[in-house]
């Protein structure tokens, strides 16, 4: 025999090695007396596990595969498990593979689509998704980080834009040692990202910095859906959503249902914003300097990046989806800077006085003795307006003022600036390409409004400041 010879029967033996693999994988799921739901569970099984291929390596086989081999097997038999023995020069040039391999060994956390899109970001080109699938699972890069078991969720959609946004908070990657957290709002119809914001703290203040500018440019929803977290049971929120006519719809604890549009839109945040940003455990990365550069970058992300693309399930982009309902009713800016106002109710001493969180402050005498409503900034407790019943009475003079601001508002403080880092920055690329189209953030209150778009975290004394 000679060496061709020689050759050709080891590959057809490897190749029917490789085909007996995945027959004796997915003999039990193929049985065709199984209903779709006994092989769907079984499939589900097999792609959660980790199996030994022919050639003795440790690897993983995805659900897509196990699916396509049992449609192979059922349509061809055995002979159709059996890969191809032609050799063929592969068509990806060896150093895009290097670096795709260097960029998974970097940050094990990003999946192929993710350092496909590096790739293409940087090099101008990429190649396909499945390539580099099935090359991480060739090489054993996927065992780096097993995948994370998500829930599944309902498929209920609103049948207009700005009929129902859902809002959450992600716990986020640590900026100069401090923990970060972004408050978004998602519209369900169309997937849009109507308002988000990162800040060092889970609470009212900085729930309000992302609702707030959301509303004033993108309009007011009939609903908002939120769960039970702290900052959205707030008697603010509760308030806030009343002014503007908004009906406040918390979710029933333990059943996510009806929030899986948010949930995947945080997913897809963790698998192409935050895997690219370093944090206090060690991951490579881009270095943040503080929370504006934050948020500057996630904005040229959303509206550079996910706003842009085709969405699985609706087949159109977010914005172009939610556009296609405008334009859309803004609130005017004196209703809005009501609805931000916070507002307390207290008693009325008989030397009318009231007291709000340690400060004292002089009334008019004829409300002594009943029960006011004290609303103010709570950035600015220096200046209170007093209502009984509703109706307007007047304002509440500082009489011994021991603090200037809320307990809940807390301002930002700037983190330490980090050491810069070098290396592909995909985030850097994606914020270039932003600025140099856009020159700045996209300004949907051109549907109406001009005021203010942001929220004051300074403790400035401004009446229409951000509550």
């Not at 599944?152 to 959609?157: A, H, I, L, P, W």
């Not at 939610?322 to 916070?342: H, I, N, Q, S, T």
């Not at 001009?450 to 951000?466: W, Y």
Request: proline fraction near 6%; charge should be positive; glycine fraction near 8%.
């Amino acid at each position: 025999m000679s060496k061709k010879d020689d050759e050709q029967a080891n590959r057809l033996e490897r190749a029917r090695s490789i085909g007996l693999f995945r027959y004796m994988l997915i003999r039990e799921a193929a049985d065709p007396t199984l209903t779709s739901r006994q092989r769907g569970k079984l499939v589900r099984h097999l792609a959660s596990q980790e199996h030994t291929d022919a050639d003795g390596r440790t690897v993983r086989i995805t659900r897509w595969t196990l699916d396509r081999w049992i449609l192979d097997w059922r349509q061809g038999g055995f002979d159709a498990l059996v890969p191809s023995t032609r050799q063929s020069q592969p068509r990806t040039p060896p150093e895009v593979f290097e670096l795709a391999t260097a960029l998974k060994k970097e940050n094990p956390d990003r999946t192929a689509a993710q350092v496909r899109r590096i790739l293409r970001a940087q090099l101008g080109w990429a190649p396909d998704e499945r390539t580099l699938q099935r090359m991480f699972h060739r090489t054993g890069l996927v065992a780096l980080r097993a995948p994370k078991a998500s829930a599944v969720f309902g498929r209920f959609e609103a049948g207009r834009p700005n009929e129902i946004w859902t809002g959450d908070a992600l716990h986020g990657p640590r900026i100069g040692g401090r923990k970060t957290y972004l408050f978004a709002f998602v519209d369900d119809h169309s997937r849009a990202v109507v308002g988000h914001r990162w800040g060092f703290a889970e609470d009212t203040v900085r729930l309000a910095a992302a609702l707030r500018p959301a509303l004033a440019a993108r309009g007011v929803p009939q609903y908002i859906y939120v769960d039970n977290g702290s900052a959205f049971v707030d008697s603010w929120l509760l308030r806030a959503c009343a002014k503007l006519g908004i009906k406040l719809v918390h979710s029933t604890p333990g059943r996510p249902e009806g929030r899986g549009k948010i949930e995947r839109f945080f997913r897809t945040v963790n698998g192409e914003f935050t895997v690219e940003i370093a944090s206090d455990t060690g991951e490579v990365g881009r270095e943040i300097k503080d929370l504006a550069e934050m948020n500057r970058l996630f904005t040229a992300w959303v509206e550079q990046t996910y706003h842009r693309r085709v969405h699985s399930e609706t087949k159109m982009a977010p914005l172009e989806r939610w556009m296609a309902g405008a334009p859309f009713p803004v609130p005017a800016p004196a209703d809005l800077a009501e609805a931000f106002r916070w507002s307390e109710y207290r008693s009325v001493g008989k030397t009318a006085t009231v007291s709000l969180h340690g400060n004292r402050y002089q009334v008019d005498p004829h409300l002594a003795g009943r029960k006011v409503e004290l609303v103010f900034d709570p950035f600015d407790l220096t200046f209170l307006r007093v209502r009984v019943e509703g109706q307007d009475a007047g304002t509440a003079l500082p009489f011994q003022i021991a603090r200037h601001s809320h307990p809940k508002a807390r301002p930002e403080i700037p983190a330490d600036e980090p050491r810069p880092t070098t290396g592909i920055d995909y985030l850097g690329l994606i914020d270039a390409a932003h600025s140099a189209e856009l020159g700045e953030k996209i300004n949907y209150a051109a549907l109406g409004w001009d005021g203010p778009a942001s929220v004051d975290l300074t403790g400035t004394n401004d009446d229409a400041a951000t509550s």
